[in-house]
């Protein structure tokens, strides 16, 4: 069961990777063998992905930060409640 996952995940890695390289080196002088320039959509996925995904992980550093100073303020007040 291990192994026919371990074939299937490097089969699906070459097929992908000769995908982006039809796009880059195609074989015939037209073009890429489906027409399709995959490297240039992937460049433009990513260039849309990269500012929401730092929106996303500034928004998480943000909430772990004020996570951290209200537990830190909690344990203060406690502290002062069992002073008294």
């Given at each position: 069961?291990?192994?026919?996952?371990?074939?299937?995940?490097?089969?699906?890695?070459?097929?992908?990777?000769?995908?982006?390289?039809?796009s880059?080196?195609?074989?015939?002088?037209?073009?890429?063998?489906?027409?399709?320039?995959?490297?240039?959509?992937?460049?433009?996925?990513l260039?849309?992905?990269?500012?929401?995904?730092?929106?996303?992980?500034?928004?998480?550093?943000?909430?772990?930060?004020?996570?951290?100073?209200?537990?830190?303020?909690?344990?203060?007040?406690?502290?002062?409640?069992?002073?008294k």
């Amino acid at each position: 069961m291990g192994a026919g996952k371990i074939v299937l995940g490097i089969l699906l890695v070459l097929v992908g990777l000769g995908l982006f390289v039809d796009s880059v080196y195609p074989l015939t002088g037209d073009g890429p063998i489906l027409g399709i320039t995959w490297l240039t959509n992937f460049l433009v996925v990513l260039t849309g992905v990269i500012p929401i995904f730092l929106i996303l992980i500034g928004l998480f550093l943000a909430w772990i930060q004020f996570d951290e100073s209200k537990s830190q303020h909690e344990m203060a007040e406690i502290k002062k409640s069992e002073k008294k």
